[in-house]
Every structure is written in C-alpha cells, then in structure tokens.
C-alpha cells in the first residue's frame, strides 16, 4: 500500500487491480477489483495488486502543472512469454490478469490452498481451463467495478411511508432467527425478496449485503463528536434513493457472483 502513488500518481490516472486479504488477516481470503485508490481495510488488511504503474517521463512540467508519467504494465514480457507457450500465441497480458482473478475466486482453489493463503501470497497454476478461468474473471472484474451501475435487483419494496433516509439497515427478525430474506431499511420501508444465495458472496468476514448495511449507517465520532451520515451524499447529489437503489445494485452483484463462481470448472493443473 506504500507505494499506491506509483498506481495512482494523480487524480486523472486511470488504473484498476485487485485487493487480495493480506495473509496475517483473520478474515477469510478474499478478492476484489477497483478502479480506485483503495483503503488499507477493504478486506480487513489487504495487498493491492494494479494493472499497471507509473513512473515520471522527465523533469520538465507539462502544461497544467504536474508531471507526464509513463505507464509500466505488471504482468511482464516473461510470464507473457510463459503463458503463451503453454496456451497459445494469442494470449494477451490482459488475459493473463484476468485469468488470476478468475482463479483467485475458485471456491475449490481457495480450499485446497486455504493453509498456504494464511502464510503467503496467492501462488497461481496453471490450468487447463484456462480460457473458462479468464471469461470469468473478465465478467467479475466487470461486475464488481460497476457495482454501482449495476441493474437494482427488482426486491418488493413494502412502504409505510415516504421516507428514504437510513440509520442501521437490518435483517428483519431477532437474532438467531434472522430472515435474510427481508431487509428493513427504516421505519418506513422493508425490502422484500432478497434471494439466500446472494448471502453466499463474502467479502472476508461478512457478504457483499452485509458489507453495505455496516457501512451506511449514521454513525458519531466519539472522540470529535462528528457525525457521518451516509444520506448526505444522495441528498446533495439531488438522489435520495442512491442508498436504497445502491443496497438492490449490490443484490444484483451478488447474485451474478456466485452464479459465475458455481459454474467455475475444477482445478484441472497442468503445472
């Protein structure tokens, strides 16, 4: 994480990579793409992985002021190389990172390497499958940077009232007879249908649905006494339904997650 100003060297960089669970986490191992800088406990403790890093192209200023960087892809000409003797001339680098994340979210590989993911960084194999490792990881990266343009899943919205601002989400029901099927969104509004294999995407300790209903919550500073509500942002972005079309997009995403995963082939290794 030290050297993000190598990934991100300014504002108008684009990049992307994923953040792995970093292997002193207690968390369970987890992966994720982004397209932005991302936060030291996205995964509790993680290591960020980018497509690419920068450095800077001379000394000279360029016209607004900041300095030209030239762009360095991380997979390198070896393992392109490697990988193209092994599955063909016309294997891109991009296939090659794809296919890590497609690997990385093989409940079989995280399984038979659940020991070594505790000790060390990912090692990858190479698999037969090759090709249904990389249209996987493809369609994941997709889905899981565009998590807020996703499609909101079409759950039954059962209103009392108007009013769309939140303060803790929650599964309806008590503890330990949780109905993940309902989520109350406030006093006004509980959500309907939410499918029990969307609970199945975890991300480390807690699922994607989990994720979304710890973080937007107001909450106050004890120490500063600020409060951080999450329905500011909606309001002053002239959408007060942002959290509420947000918390279906990340249903969607979970739903197409774990299907894309359910249909992951076996670990066939060649080496």
């Known amino acids: 994480m030290g050297a ?3 990934v991100y060297p300014d504002s108008q960089t684009e990049n ?38 920068f450095e800077v192209s001379g000394d000279a200023p360029t016209l607004f002021g900041g300095s030209e960087h030239a762009r360095i892809d991380n997979v390198t000409d070896e393992i392109l190389t ?5 599955f063909g001339p016309n294997i891109s680098k991009d296939d090659i990172f794809f296919y890590v994340y497609g690997v990385l979210h093989s409940p079989q590989y995280r399984v038979t ?65 949780l109905d993940r099927s309902r989520i109350v969104y406030n006093d006004d509004i509980t959500l309907a249908g939410v499918p029990l294999e969307a609970h199945d995407y975890m991300l480390g300790s807690r699922s994607a649905i989990e994720w979304i209903l710890e ?25 007060p339904r942002y959290i509420l079309d947000l918390l ?17 082939p076996p670990l066939d290794i060649i080496e």
Do not use: C
């Open 82 to 86: 490697d990988y193209r003797i092994t």
């Open 248 to 264: 279906k997009s990340i249903v969607t995403v979970s739903v197409e997650t774990v299907a894309i995963v359910k249909g992951l």
């Open 4 to 6: 993000l100003s190598k």
């Open 113 to 177: 390497y659940a020991a070594d993911l505790k000790k060390m960084l990912p090692r990858i194999p190479k698999l037969k499958a090759f090709e249904q490792f990389r249209k996987a990881g493809h369609q994941l990266a997709h889905i899981h940077i565009g998590y807020e343009n996703a499609e909101p899943f079409p759950l039954e919205e059962i209103r009392g009232g108007p009013d769309l601002t939140v303060k803790k989400m929650r599964f309806a029901g008590t503890r330990p007879n």
């Open 215 to 239: 973080r937007y919550q107001v909450k106050t500073d004890k120490a500063s006494g600020i409060v951080n509500d999450p329905n500011d942002w909606g309001l002053e972005h002239g959408n």
């Open 16 to 53: 992307f990579g994923f953040v792995l669970t970093s292997p002193s986490s207690h968390f369970s191992f987890a992966a994720l793409m982004l397209d932005r800088v991302p936060d030291l406990h996205t995964l509790d403790t993680g290591q960020f992985f980018a497509r690419y890093s």
